[in-house]
C-alpha cells in the first residue's frame, strides 16, 4: 500500500517568503507528527496532531511556524517569512492510534532551502 | 526530558567486517528505544525497537541491539555488513506510552569494499 507522501519534495525560497508544505498520511492513521531535520542532525520534533486536533506544538521553534490538519488527515505545515536558519528537511510521520511512540511511519521529507 | 547520544559521528568499516554503532541514552522514566536507518534520499526506516521482554532485539537486514539498562545503552550491531549497509543510522528514545521520539545526531556508517 501507499506510504506517507510529502510535496514537494525539494522548494527553494527566498528570505521572507511564505511556504507550505504537504503531508498525505497512510491511510487510516489519525496520529501525525512534524519533525525538522537540520544539516548533520537527527529530526527534532516539531507537532503532534491526533485527527483534526494538535495535541503539542512544544517543539515549533517560532510564531512564524504553523501547522494544521482540518479534516484529521491531509497536514500543512506553513512557514512564514522564512530565515535562513529554517533551511532543513522537513519530515512527517504518521501512526495508528496506540502505536504513536513506537510505529510511526516516515515520508521521504521535503528539503526546503532559505537563499 | 529524554536524550540521546551517538558516540560516533562516522564509522567507517571493510565489508563483511562486524559492526558496533554506539548509542546511550539518559531519561528519568521507563522508555521505549529504536534504530533507524535512513538512505540516501529516502525516508526513515525503521530497524528494530525494544519496548519491553527480552534485552537482546532482532531487526531487519541482520542487525540486532542490546538494550543495558545500568549502562543505558543500547548499543547496535552486525556480524558481517554489505555495501549496502552504507546509510545514517538514528538511535531514538520516547518516553513508554508517549509519542514524542527524541532522536540522536545520526552516525554515518560507511562500508568499503
Known amino acids: 500500500g501507499a506510504g506517507v507522501s510529502q510535496s514537494p519534495r525539494y522548494k527553494v525560497a527566498k528570505r521572507g517568503q511564505d511556504v507550505a508544505l504537504r503531508c498525505d498520511p497512510i491511510s487510516g492513521h489519525v496520529s501525525l507528527f512534524w519533525y525538522q531535520q537540520a544539516l548533520g542532525q537527527g529530526p527534532e520534533f516539531l507537532t503532534y496532531?491526533?485527527?483534526?486536533?494538535?495535541?503539542?506544538k512544544s517543539g515549533l521553534p517560532s510564531d512564524r511556524f504553523f501547522a494544521e490538519r482540518p479534516e484529521g488527515s491531509v497536514s500543512t505545515l506553513k512557514i512564514q517569512r522564512t530565515q535562513q536558519e529554517d533551511s532543513a528537511v522537513y519530515l512527517c510521520?504518521?501512526?495508528?492510534?496506540?502505536?504513536?511512540?513506537?510505529?510511526?511511519?516516515f515520508g521521504p521529507g521535503t528539503r526546503l532551502t532559505v537563499t | 526530558a529524554q536524550s540521546v547520544t551517538q558516540l560516533d559521528s562516522q564509522v567507517p568499516v571493510f565489508e563483511e567486517a562486524p559492526v558496533e554503532l554506539r548509542c546511550n541514552y539518559s531519561?528519568?522514566?521507563?522508555?521505549?528505544l529504536f534504530w533507524y536507518v535512513q538512505y540516501p534520499n529516502q525516508g526513515l526506516q525503521l530497524l528494530l525497537k525494544y519496548l519491553s521482554g527480552s534485552t537482546l532485539v532482532k531487526g531487519i537486514n541482520g542487525f540486532e541491539a542490546e538494550f543495558n539498562k545500568s549502562q543505558t545503552s543500547f548499543h547496535l550491531r552486525k556480524p558481517s555488513v554489505h555495501i549496502s549497509d552504507t546509510a545514517e543510522y538514528f538511535c531514538a528514545v520516547s518516553e513508554t506510552g508517549g509519542f514524542k521520539t527524541i532522536f540522536g545526531a545520526g552516525t554515518r556508517l560507511f562500508v568499503k569494499a
Open positions: 496532531f491526533q485527527n483534526e486536533a494538535q495535541l503539542d
Open positions: 531519561s528519568s522514566v521507563s522508555v521505549y
Open positions: 510521520a504518521s501512526s495508528l492510534p496506540g502505536q504513536e511512540a513506537y510505529e510511526q511511519y
